[in-house]
């Protein structure tokens, strides 16, 4: 049995988150400076490593920027752990620790998988941005905790 859970990143932490991402997408990771971006998120203690029987899988940053909601900033799960489902019981433990009763994240129009995985694990779609990645509009989804 498979026990997913995270944790604070911390500062050791950064290769390793840096990682995962540069895996995922070099062009985008180095074009968004997201390097930048998970140093900045491990200080501001908003990155969680995702844990699955206590290895580490992947991240999620997550802050309250948002209209001052829960916000899923970015999740990112190694390749070979995709489409396990940790990547769902990851957001819903994310949503529990949330502060606010709603949660909010957003995916590209092109990345089915995803909306997929926000539907499966309760999120609804709050609506559509044309103008962020050229012909590749953003969607958003909310939860709402109870």
Known sequence: MKTISLRKATIKDKALV????????KVEHTELKRAEKIA?????????IILVNDIAVGFIIFDYRFFDLGWIELIIVEEKYRGKGIGGQAINL???QSKTNKVFTSTNSSNIQMQ?????????FAGKLIGLDEGDPELFYFKIQQ
């Open 40 to 48: 900045k998120a491990i200080l501001d203690e908003e990155c969680f």
């Open 94 to 96: 994310i949503c529990k």
């Open 18 to 25: 840096v990682d995962f991402d540069y895996n995922l997408n």
């Open 116 to 124: 997929k995985a926000l539907t499966k694990v309760g999120f609804s």
